[in-house]
């Protein structure tokens, strides 16, 4: 799911900002801020879930198929919504059925393989006995219900009016929790149902809109009709959808690899100049998802643009119901028909396999397209991504709605969740194993987990990634890299520090590139980095004049600095940098003699103004001097208690 807000506001700052345009895509320039907007927006429509979510137990039988007619006419002058649905499941074991089903919804009556039965509801979860003497393989349960709809999540139902003739026009919008404000299901992510009809309640030049192809339109005896929409694979609970208002509609073709992909455009009648001029977008974002991931999953059906009131978009499977269709969200959603329909994360904990992929496909975008913003794309996220020192990618609580949704954590440090591993296996191998993962007999149209993409790029690459996965996903915090070097002619030596901000990672372990520049040469070496301090030395055909650290952004890091020091050789010598300092002091012990090394300042007066600090196992020491005033001070150094040595250096 991705959002906007102050669209118009986004259009003009774009604008001023870049004037560099290029005719692939209409809207194309990255906005900076894009994603700070997307959070902000969706805080403003997701409700605080601090009770806990309960959900039915509902793990004792199986969705095979689902039959929705839903009359949402009545919900536009403050009636109630009513309907029915048509289940046939496999029942596993027991002599009970539970649905989530919001409180405040009531069901009306219950049939079950064509004989009534009870029905209880208690709370958001109803509970419907099997008759007695019923033992059929499938089962078939219809269920009428009505009520008064109450939005929960991102607004899970919405109601409002739209254009200047103030039309009436209403949407779903389930994700996470919000299906069972507005009909009876199963909410968990254990169970897609193979495949679904739905019946829409539609009068005059209302259209109704859901997943899948549009199979008829049947006239009502009361003049109403009925929009019969059909989807043919297996779909989450929370991916169906409907909208209902006075939609204009076009057509495009995407001539992908794997063939042609209708595609069908359903927005108010207000924005057909917009949305024909913006199409481009969606078409040229299939074509290069065609080449990189395989075909469109949901090929025997179409892929549509439903256009809806709220600020953002929503992946609902086969027909993303967008606020726009500009680069980035068109981008977004259509990534999701891949990562999050095809394969649906099993856990809200891994939320990350929906929205990182998500995002990071539309930087991928942006680098196929618009090369000049793909920096911009990384640098946004990558401070993004280190916005919260202590926090993982994996949700640590699935009853907070902005938790599991947050944009620094669930979008921006996963998407560089992948493109550290595309930094760590190639390109090749990279794009190779995620069209494996995508294909893998045990995940298509079904659901997934990280040890799921874990499996599938260590068998294609070869390559051991517990630990990457381990450090990245699941635990916390982010690195710090404080690199030295120093040069003798052609002679460079190297040493490489790092910090982390969260202490359940003691140290990342992984390649990482330095950059080696001269006046007419330049080169990058990836080096593997297995622990704080490490030291290479290189002999170079040319003089080298300047290193740095990761500068394509190949690694999520923060507060990263690079010092050239006279001699990276000389154990006798301790190095402070900078030299003179603003906020911290480094002090780097060259010496190995030593456990552990105590450092404490003094002013010109011998008046201890930093107190003393010891440290254990680390080479470069960080001292806070912010609180000093200008002058010149004094570090004292112990090595196991001993006097090691002075050194002195001014504050500015």
């Given at each position: 799911?991705?959002?906007?807000?102050?669209?118009?506001?986004?259009?003009?700052?774009?604008?001023?900002?870049?004037?560099?345009?290029?005719?692939?895509?209409?809207?194309?320039?990255?906005?900076?801020?894009?994603?700070?907007?997307?959070?902000?927006?969706?805080?403003?429509?997701?409700?605080?879930?601090?009770?806990?979510?309960?959900?039915?137990?509902?793990?004792?039988?199986?969705?095979?198929?689902?039959?929705?007619?839903?009359?949402?006419?009545?919900?536009?002058?403050?009636?109630?919504?009513?309907?029915?649905?048509?289940?046939?499941?496999?029942?596993?074991?027991?002599?009970?059925?539970?649905?989530?089903?919001?409180?405040?919804?009531?069901?009306?009556?219950?049939?079950?393989?064509?004989?009534?039965?009870?029905?209880?509801?208690?709370?958001?979860?109803?509970?419907?006995?099997?008759?007695?003497?019923?033992?059929?393989?499938?089962?078939?349960?219809?269920?009428?219900?009505?009520?008064?709809?109450?939005?929960?999540?991102?607004?899970?139902?919405?109601?409002?009016?739209?254009?200047?003739?103030?039309?009436?026009?209403?949407?779903?919008?389930?994700?996470?929790?919000?299906?069972?404000?507005?009909?009876?299901?199963?909410?968990?992510?254990?169970?897609?149902?193979?495949?679904?009809?739905?019946?829409?309640?539609?009068?005059?030049?209302?259209?109704?809109?859901?997943?899948?192809?549009?199979?008829?339109?049947?006239?009502?005896?009361?003049?109403?009709?009925?929009?019969?929409?059909?989807?043919?694979?297996?779909?989450?609970?929370?991916?169906?959808?409907?909208a209902l208002t006075n939609y204009d509609t076009f057509s495009r073709v995407a001539n992908t690899a794997h063939g042609a992909i209708p595609i069908h455009y359903y927005h108010y009648p207000q924005?057909?100049?917009?949305?024909?001029?913006?199409?481009?977008?969606?078409?040229?974002?299939?074509?290069?998802?065609?080449?990189?991931?395989?075909?469109?999953?949901?090929?025997?059906?179409?892929?549509?643009?439903?256009?809806?009131?709220?600020?953002?978009?929503?992946?609902?499977?086969?027909?993303?119901?967008?606020?726009?269709?500009?680069?980035d969200l068109a981008a977004h959603e259509l990534a999701h028909q891949w990562f999050g329909d095809k394969l649906t994360c099993a856990s809200w904990k891994e939320i990350w396999l929906n929205e990182?992929?998500?995002?990071?496909?539309?930087?991928?975008?942006?680098?196929?397209?618009?090369?000049?913003?793909?920096?911009?794309?990384?640098?946004?996220?990558?401070?993004?991504?280190?916005?919260?020192?202590?926090?993982?990618?994996?949700?640590?609580?699935?009853?907070?709605?902005?938790?599991?949704?947050?944009?620094?954590?669930?979008?921006?440090?996963?998407?560089?969740?992948?493109?550290?591993?595309?930094?760590?296996?190639?390109?090749?191998?990279?794009?190779?194993?995620?069209?494996?993962?995508?294909?893998?007999?045990?995940?298509?149209?079904?659901?997934?987990?990280?040890?799921?993409?874990?499996?599938?790029?260590?068998?294609?690459?070869?390559?051991?990634?517990?630990?990457?996965?381990?450090?990245?996903?699941?635990?916390?915090?982010?690195?710090?890299?404080?690199?030295?070097?120093?040069?003798?002619?052609?002679?460079?030596?190297?040493?490489?520090?790092?910090?982390?901000?969260?202490?359940?990672?003691?140290?990342?372990?992984?390649?990482?590139?330095?950059?080696?520049?001269?006046?007419?040469?330049?080169?990058?070496?990836?080096?593997?980095?297995?622990?704080?301090?490490?030291?290479?030395?290189?002999?170079?055909?040319?003089?080298?004049?300047?290193?740095?650290?990761?500068?394509?952004?190949?690694?999520?890091?923060?507060?990263?600095?690079?010092?050239?020091?006279?001699?990276?050789?000389?154990?006798?010598?301790?190095?402070?940098?900078?030299?003179?300092?603003?906020?911290?002091?480094?002090?780097?012990?060259?010496?190995?003699?030593?456990?552990?090394?105590?450092?404490?300042?003094?002013?010109?007066?011998?008046?201890?103004?930093?107190?003393?600090?010891t440290f254990s196992n680390r080479y470069v020491l960080p001292l806070d001097v912010s609180t000093l005033s200008q002058g010149e001070y004094t570090v004292k150094v112990l090595a196991d208690r001993?006097?090691?040595?002075?050194?002195?250096?001014?504050?500015?």
């Amino acid at each position: 799911m991705f959002t906007y807000i102050q669209m118009q506001i986004k259009l003009l700052l774009v604008l001023l900002m870049w004037s560099v345009f290029s005719s692939a895509f209409c809207q194309a320039q990255y906005d900076e801020n894009f994603i700070d907007k997307i959070a902000l927006s969706e805080q403003q429509h997701r409700k605080l879930n601090t009770d806990g979510v309960v959900l039915a137990n509902s793990g004792n039988y199986d969705l095979k198929y689902a039959k929705i007619t839903i009359f949402p006419l009545a919900v536009f002058t403050g009636g109630n919504l009513s309907g029915n649905v048509l289940y046939v499941l496999h029942r596993i074991s027991g002599n009970q059925l539970e649905f989530d089903l919001r409180n405040g919804m009531n069901i009306d009556a219950v049939v079950i393989n064509g004989v009534p039965t009870t029905v209880t509801q208690s709370g958001d979860i109803v509970t419907v006995d099997m008759p007695n003497g019923s033992s059929s393989f499938y089962d078939t349960i219809v269920m009428a219900y009505s009520g008064n709809v109450t939005a929960s999540g991102f607004g899970s139902f919405g109601n409002t009016k739209q254009g200047p003739d103030s039309v009436p026009v209403l949407w779903t919008l389930s994700e996470p929790y919000g299906a069972r404000d507005w009909m009876p299901c199963k909410m968990t992510l254990t169970d897609k149902i193979d495949s679904f009809d739905i019946f829409i309640q539609s009068r005059g030049n209302l259209k109704g809109i859901s997943n899948g192809v549009l199979k008829a339109l049947i006239p009502q005896t009361n003049g109403d009709t009925l929009y019969h929409w059909h989807h043919s694979y297996p779909i989450a609970t929370y991916l169906i959808a409907i909208a209902l208002t006075n939609y204009d509609t076009f057509s495009r073709v995407a001539n992908t690899a794997h063939g042609a992909i209708p595609i069908h455009y359903y927005h108010y009648p207000q924005s057909k100049t917009e949305w024909e001029r913006d199409e481009i977008n969606v078409t040229n974002a299939m074509l290069f998802f065609d080449s990189l991931f395989g075909e469109y999953p949901f090929k025997r059906d179409h892929y549509g643009q439903t256009q809806f009131s709220w600020g953002g978009g929503m992946e609902h499977q086969s027909n993303s119901f967008m606020f726009n269709i500009f680069f980035d969200l068109a981008a977004h959603e259509l990534a999701h028909q891949w990562f999050g329909d095809k394969l649906t994360c099993a856990s809200w904990k891994e939320i990350w396999l929906n929205e990182g992929f998500a995002t990071y496909c539309s930087g991928l975008c942006f680098q196929r397209y618009q090369p000049q913003y793909w920096d911009i794309f990384l640098k946004n996220n990558q401070e993004r991504g280190c916005r919260e020192k202590n926090g993982s990618v994996a949700v640590d609580d699935t009853t907070s709605v902005p938790r599991i949704f947050s944009g620094f954590l669930s979008y921006s440090k996963g998407a560089y969740v992948l493109h550290m591993l595309r930094g760590q296996l190639g390109d090749s191998l990279f794009f190779l194993s995620l069209r494996n993962y995508l294909s893998d007999s045990l995940l298509v149209y079904n659901y997934t987990r990280t040890v799921d993409l874990q499996k599938n790029l260590e068998q294609t690459s070869g390559k051991t990634l517990h630990r990457f996965f381990d450090q990245w996903v699941f635990k916390r915090g982010y690195p710090s890299y404080q690199l030295l070097w120093s040069k003798r002619e052609q002679n460079l030596d190297l040493q490489l520090f790092q910090t982390t901000s969260d202490t359940s990672v003691s140290f990342f372990e992984m390649n990482t590139p330095i950059y080696f520049k001269s006046s007419d040469w330049d080169t990058t070496i990836w080096v593997n980095h297995t622990y704080s301090g490490q030291q290479w030395a290189w002999q170079f055909s040319h003089s080298i004049d300047s290193v740095y650290f990761d500068p394509e952004r190949w690694i999520l890091s923060a507060n990263n600095a690079v010092y050239e020091v006279p001699d990276l050789n000389d154990e006798s010598k301790i190095f402070l940098f900078p030299n003179p300092p603003m906020q911290q002091l480094n002090v780097m012990i060259n010496g190995r003699a030593a456990e552990a090394y105590t450092v404490s300042v003094f002013d010109v007066q011998g008046k201890l103004v930093v107190p003393e600090q010891t440290f254990s196992n680390r080479y470069v020491l960080p001292l806070d001097v912010s609180t000093l005033s200008q002058g010149e001070y004094t570090v004292k150094v112990l090595a196991d208690r001993k006097y090691l040595k002075s050194v002195k250096f001014l504050k500015r």
